[in-house]
């Protein structure tokens, strides 16, 4: 950092000509990249250092998915299948599972680093293949 300083320090000096001055950032691209950090900050309670990528959110997104429509299958098929979730009632409405989901996962996405979102995607994939382990075994 000091080199590059000095560098252009001694090229400034030595042709005063050269325009030194950086062009202005796009205008656009700044209230778009502030739009999504308060978007972002919305739910944000922790200090996250490296945010996850929109491709860990997404996996993540799509697991749950598969997590609650496989244990909302499996709630109204299976009588002798109760939920596993301590949070939730051993048979709990469509309604408690989407929104406890939808909660919780609004709050972790916001306030969980990069690897722990993959860690939890991990989970949550094992967790939808024991459910359809689970269906297909009472079936």
Do not use: C
Request: proline share 5%.
């Amino acid at each position: 950092m000091i080199a590059e300083t000095l560098l252009m320090t001694s090229l400034a000096i030595s042709n005063p000509d050269l325009d030194m001055t950086l062009p202005e950032p796009p205008q656009e691209e700044i209230k778009r990249i502030s739009a999504m950090e308060k978007e972002r900050k919305k739910f944000q309670f922790i200090d996250v250092e490296n945010v996850p990528s929109d491709r860990d959110l997404r996996i993540s997104k799509i697991l749950h998915t598969l997590d609650v429509m496989t244990t909302i299958y499996a709630m109204e098929n299976r009588n002798n299948i109760v939920e596993g979730n301590w949070l939730l009632p051993k048979r709990p409405s469509n309604e408690q599972l989407i929104g406890q989901k939808a909660i919780l996962l609004t709050l972790t996405h916001h306030n969980m680093e990069e690897g722990q979102i993959v860690i939890i995607n991990w989970v949550t994939g094992a967790a939808v293949v024991r459910n359809l382990y689970v269906i297909n075994r009472y079936d």
